[in-house]
């Protein structure tokens, strides 16, 4: 089943899917932490899209702060 032909989920049933509070789900959402969109105030979401998403390998980016620094031997 592709995106498209996929029902939406809205904050409440994401939350339970993620396992979340409905306030964390729309903090991640505001924040683009995990796919959503908006249908007027409402947030919708592809549970398929934010699973696959959710479970990608990241990449960890060195901090500014400690990419000068040496370690101390």
Do not use: C
Not at 32 to 59: M, N, Q
């Amino acid at each position: 089943m592709s995106a498209a032909d996929e029902p939406t989920a809205d904050v409440l049933e994401m939350a339970a899917i993620l396992k979340k509070s409905p306030w964390t789900v729309r903090k991640m959402a505001r924040n683009k932490e995990i796919p959503a969109f908006k249908v007027g105030k409402d947030w919708r979401f592809y549970p398929s899209d934010v699973r696959a998403h959710l479970t990608r390998p990241r990449k960890w980016n060195q901090s500014n702060q400690s990419r000068g620094r040496k370690r101390a031997a």
